[in-house]
């Protein structure tokens, strides 16, 4: 899936990336809260690439310039805060804690 679109193809939303070289695993096989996170930015247009799978198991989008671990966006989804400005705000607060190391 190319970056820059709003989501997989109707094909392609069965399929997840686990990272690379880790294989694939189907959109239904993920946890709830995971569904609904990828439910909810293709529903609001925002663009997005992942989940991916990290070596040590995490789960990451790629958005908006930044990467976000899937427990934030699950934050903030059950805040009723997924949406560009919740984006714009939790990216502000990475980047300040990214600052101070």
């Known amino acids: 899936m190319p970056l820059g679109r709003a989501g ?9 990336l686990k990272g690379a070289g880790m294989g694939k695993t189907l959109l239904r096989e993920q946890s709830p809260d995971t569904y609904d996170v990828v439910k909810t930015l293709r529903a609001k247009g ?3 690439y992942g989940p ?3 070596p040590g198991g995490h789960s990451i989008f790629f958005m908006r310039g930044m990467i976000y671990l899937e427990s934030e966006l699950v934050d903030l989804s ?6 560009k400005k919740g984006l714009a705000v939790l990216g502000q607060r990475i980047a300040g804690r990214v600052a101070e190391f």
Do not use: A
């Open 8 to 16: 997989p193809t109707r094909v392609e939303s069965r399929r997840i």
């Open 46 to 48: 925002i663009q997005f």
């Open 52 to 54: 991916l799978r990290t």
């Open 78 to 83: 059950k805040q009723g805060r997924l949406d």
